[in-house]
């Protein structure tokens, strides 16, 4: 979905019904499809390098690193674009159902 840079790919990942935790983030199929597109597009090369996944049941832990460079197409929330380069290391615990994320 974001690697490949098709935020519609959600549809087959992510619930209609997401919980996302983080309440800087937009809730719902909706939601994390709209927050990817955003970062898509200040980001134009913005993806994940797993490191770690590990699963069990119906929860999922992924480590992941995403490097990006703001290359200037738009801003990020309020600041303007830098061009600089990043690297925003993450952890996640999702639970699912049915081969999607319901919650985060």
């Given at each position: 979905?974001?690697?490949?840079?098709?935020?519609?790919?959600?549809?087959?990942?992510?619930?209609?019904?997401?919980?996302?935790?983080?309440?800087?983030?937009?809730?719902?199929?909706?939601?994390?499809?709209?927050?990817?597109?955003?970062?898509?597009?200040?980001?134009?090369?913005?993806?994940?390098?797993?490191?770690?996944?590990?699963?069990?049941?119906?929860?999922?832990?992924?480590?992941?690193?995403?490097?990006?460079?703001?290359?200037?197409?738009?801003?990020?929330?309020?600041?303007?674009?830098?061009?600089?380069?990043?690297?925003?290391?993450?952890?996640s615990v999702l639970k699912?159902?049915?081969?999607?994320?319901?919650?985060?």
């Amino acid at each position: 979905m974001r690697n490949k840079h098709q935020p519609s790919a959600a549809d087959r990942f992510v619930a209609a019904d997401f919980i996302e935790h983080d309440p800087r983030l937009p809730q719902g199929l909706a939601g994390s499809k709209q927050f990817v597109t955003k970062v898509l597009a200040a980001f134009s090369d913005y993806h994940g390098e797993l490191q770690d996944l590990l699963a069990e049941g119906d929860k999922v832990v992924a480590r992941v690193q995403w490097p990006g460079a703001n290359d200037a197409r738009t801003k990020v929330g309020r600041q303007p674009a830098t061009s600089s380069s990043f690297r925003l290391p993450t952890s996640s615990v999702l639970k699912t159902e049915r081969s999607q994320s319901v919650l985060t």
